[in-house]
């Protein structure tokens, strides 16, 4: 199983812009669905994330500017990123998780800047 994820982009501060992440087959007892960063540098950190029954958690720097959303159905996750700033660049992750295997996206590099 592969996820895939698109989206990334270069855009300018205050922009938006929206990840998708698909995975390539039907993954059973998906319980987390997520987004992580990671800034050169700097290690992989967590940006939101999403259970199964719809409650979401978000990184402080994000909060109010990022949304979460997933379709159970289609196993698919999306991250709509508005206001962005120069701080959000960095390759962002798709991940999945079961409560027994992870699976991660290779990533899509977003870049805020003028």
């Known amino acids: 199983v592969q996820l895939v994820e698109s989206g990334g982009d270069l855009v300018q501060p205050g922009g938006s812009l929206r990840l998708s992440c698909a995975a390539s087959e039907r993954i059973f007892g998906i319980y987390t669905m997520a987004w992580y960063r990671q800034a050169p540098g700097k290690q992989r950190e967590l940006v939101a994330g999403i259970i199964s029954g719809g409650s979401t958690n978000y990184a402080n720097s994000v909060k109010g500017r990022f949304t979460i959303s997933r379709d159970n159905a289609k196993n698919t996750v999306a991250l709509q990123m508005n206001s962005l700033k120069p701080e959000d660049t960095a390759v962002y992750y798709c991940?999945?998780?079961?409560?027994?295997?992870?699976?991660w996206g290779q990533g899509t590099q977003v870049t805020v800047s003028s």
């Open positions: 991940y999945c998780g079961t409560g027994g295997i992870d699976y």
